[in-house]
């Protein structure tokens, strides 16, 4: 037996030619689908609509709505908490000096906290389009890559690092609240003891030097009985007050998206992992498939030049 022989047998035995051909059925064209494959408009719709990342949406939504509410109603509530400080706990500027430039500080702050989660949320949202549409290959041979999967993980990272800060954010903001609730709380007993002649409201008082925003020396420093009671009346106190819970509500709810947001990069990063794994079984999958029909069509040549 000569080495084409043998060729042409072992093409026999891995291919077996002489088996008949077997024809599919094709189903007939239905919907919007014209004779030529095109995609009809809902058909289009459909896969646009299957390529858009809700989780991200939602997320991205969230962390605008709280950064608004923090950075907004944070910004008008400093300048409410200033007013009632100079009008009534600290009438001498120099007491009250640092105090002003650390929450003129905190204001610029808030501008950069906006314009950054502005920005940063425009390029979560696009990195959750790029991993949806890698995932899914709604781009015919959109593929993943060592430089994206790098930066889906650094967005990871980026992401736990501002939602630990955060963390920090929400606790701050709450401060404020549990001071104007105290001075809100006192107010209240002041008026519940105006019916008892025992007990005068005048020996009810509000020291805001024991916070620690002022000095000892500021004058007057404290503000008791009805006095204190018309600063709870006023409309600067008013609207401070619901401004920091607002203010407060709002860092929570971004704490609440940035988690939201962690949770959708790791799941997107570990779908980019598997899918560069599939992507190189199917590359090794197709040079395989390529070396046996190039052995089929040599073998073909063969058989073809000895028959």
Known sequence: ITRPEMEIGRYHWMYRSSRPHRYHHVPALRGNVSPLG???????????????????????????????????????????????????????????????????????VIYGIASFFFLYGIILLAEGFYTTSAVKELHGEFKTTACGRCISGMFVFLTYVLGVAWLGVFGFSAVPVFMFYNIWSTCEVIKSLQTNVTVPGDQICVDIRQYGIIPWNAVPGKACGPILENICNTNEFYMSYHLFIVACAGAGATVIALIHFLMILSSNWAYLKDASKMQAYQDIKAKEEQELQDIQSRSKEQLNSYT
């Open 38 to 108: 095109i995609q009809g408009c809902f058909e289009c719709c459909i896969k646009c609509l299957g390529g858009v990342p809700y989780a991200s949406l939602v997320a991205t939504i969230l962390c605008f709505s709280g950064v608004a509410l923090f950075c907004g109603c944070g910004h008008v509530a400093l300048t409410g908490t200033v007013s009632i400080l100079e009008q009534h706990f600290s009438t001498t500027a120099s007491d009250h000096a640092l105090l002003s430039e650390v929450i003129q500080l905190m204001q610029y």
